[in-house]
């Protein structure tokens, strides 16, 4: 059974709609990604579910219970804001405490869940030092055991960690899920979170569901991975990272005729029928120049710049304005700025946006 249901949910701000007919379900246990551009309206959804606003139509029900006339305070849902706002004179312990004196847990039994709580976070001993003298990235993750403590209902979360220096937040982001998952298990409930962010690593790094937005509607959900492999419209590709994207005509047989060429794809379409085409960024492989195959494209090297553990490698083709994107193995070689490159695109690379023409 669903934990929360958002049931045809609409909000509109000086008559501005802000969200626009959302229905979601999640499942108990689930770390549910809001993720879309800033403006699409995924904090006031979370405004939303908290209780800090009210819709204009549309329902929420909590565990089947609809929650419109139960007051923030009631709800019993913990939040973790990117202005998380620790209470500065006071110390680490007295921070992560504040939601259990709320609730009235036992003084003895409040110092043995503290503790478990900065040691979930990695800050075991950390009881008695005072916030200011704590840094950044330290400070996050008391305000995560705090918001963790009294093992809410429903854990909202936005964009917690966007205020962090990259290396922190890289850090803290391997952790989140660990620590999503174990908090869960030491009080013998599952955490339900709904975390808002625009970046789309951090979202593929923490989502069991993955919910997409644009314009205040949901534009595609489900697994991250589900959502990498088929994205459903160009807006949903480009936010997760793949931005090949041409327009073509369908041909015999699952072939495409793009700009660069035919491409053979593993899906099919009327013959004749326009489509836009997906290529996704690590489906080429570099062949050699003197040698005809099957699916080859040729193209001019534009730019390769290094991401770590791959390359990333623009091509751009004669005749065309647009220029493709590719990583490839860090391992393989490739020809200098300016040279002509021949790539083999995997079909199963090439996937047509719109749901009509798949296998
Ligand atoms: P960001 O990632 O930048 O925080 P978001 O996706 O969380 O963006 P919201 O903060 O929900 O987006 O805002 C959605 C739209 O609603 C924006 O255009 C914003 O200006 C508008 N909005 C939000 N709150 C109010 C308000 N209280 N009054 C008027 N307009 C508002």
Redesign the pocket.
């Known amino acids: 059974m669903s934990l929360l249901r958002l049931d045809r949910l609409h909000k509109s ?2 008559g501005q709609p ?1 969200l626009t007919d959302i229905s979601l379900e999640i499942t108990e246990g689930q770390t549910v990604v809001l993720l ?1 551009p ?8 979370l405004r939303l579910i908290a209780g800090l606003e009210t819709a204009d139509s549309g329902h929420i029900w909590f565990r089947g219970e609809d929650l419109s006339q139960r007051p923030v305070h009631q709800r019993g849902f913990g939040y973790l804001f990117q202005d998380y706002a620790l209470f500065p004179h006071k110390n680490v312990a007295a921070n992560v405490a504040f939601g259990l004196r709320m609730q009235g847990w036992p003084v003895e039994k409040q110092r043995p869940r503290v503790a478990e709580l900065l040691a979930l976070v990695g800050l075991p001993g950390f009881d008695h030092r005072p916030i200011h003298e704590l840094s950044g990235g330290e400070q996050q993750r008391v305000a995560l055991a705090r918001a963790l403590a009294p093992a809410p209902r429903l854990l909202l979360l936005d ?1 917690p960690i966007g205020a962090l220096d990259r290396a922190l937040r890289e850090r803290l982001l391997g952790e989140l899920r660990s620590i999503l998952k174990q908090a869960g298990t030491a009080v013998g409930q599952p955490v339900t979170a709904i975390y ?1 962010t ?1 970046d789309q690593e951090e979202a593929f790094a923490l989502a069991d569901e993955l919910v997409v ?1 644009n314009r205040g509607r949901i534009e595609q959900q489900g697994p991250p991975l589900e959502l990498y492999r088929r994205p459903q419209s160009p807006f949903v590709a480009r936010f997760l990272g793949m931005s090949n994207i041409f327009s073509g005509t369908w041909q015999a047989d699952g072939q495409v005729q793009t700009p660069l060429g035919l491409l053979q794809t593993a899906s099919w379409g009327a013959i004749g029928d326009p489509v836009t085409l997906l290529i996704r960024p690590e489906g080429a492989q570099v062949m050699p120049l003197d040698k005809d195959v099957p699916n080859g494209v040729r193209g001019r090297v534009v730019d390769i710049s290094f991401r770590g553990r791959s390359q990333l490698l623009t091509l751009a083709f004669p005749d065309y304005t647009q220029s493709i994107q590719f990583n490839l193995d860090i391992s393989i070689p490739l020809p200098p700025i300016d040279s002509p490159i021949h790539l083999w695109i995997d079909p199963l690379a090439c996937w047509p946006l719109d749901t009509k023409t798949r296998n």
């Open positions: 701000f000086n802000v879309g800033s403006g699409c309206g995924k904090t006031t959804l964009e808002v625009h937005m």
